[in-house]
């Protein structure tokens, strides 16, 4: 599984309008409206390389409202509980 972050800037008027319409694409898992430099932070996930092309260039790119997308790949994933795993020595309690 791929995962990206896609920055999303939009027209200021349709934010709301825009998030859902993201929410609502195949390979979008996530969108969150944030306070910064972008409007939208959606997360993609997709099986294959050319599927995020398809994801971000022609679905998020065309709907009304975006003004501008910039894409980051994930290579690894960190959370507490990996971390927590991947320290974890094996005693008993």
């Not at 994930?74 to 008993?92: K, V, W």
């Amino acid at each position: 599984m791929l995962t990206a972050i896609v920055l999303i800037d939009t027209d200021a008027s349709r934010v709301p309008e825009v998030a859902q319409e993201v929410a609502e694409l195949d390979g979008i898992s996530e969108v969150y409206s944030v306070t910064g430099d972008v409007d939208l932070i959606a997360i993609a996930r997709v099986r294959r390389h050319e599927d995020l092309a398809d994801v971000v260039a022609d679905k998020v790119g065309k709907v009304k409202g975006v003004t501008n997308t910039r894409t980051y790949i994930a290579f690894q994933a960190y959370s507490r509980h990996d971390l927590e795993s991947a320290f974890a020595i094996g005693l008993g309690d």
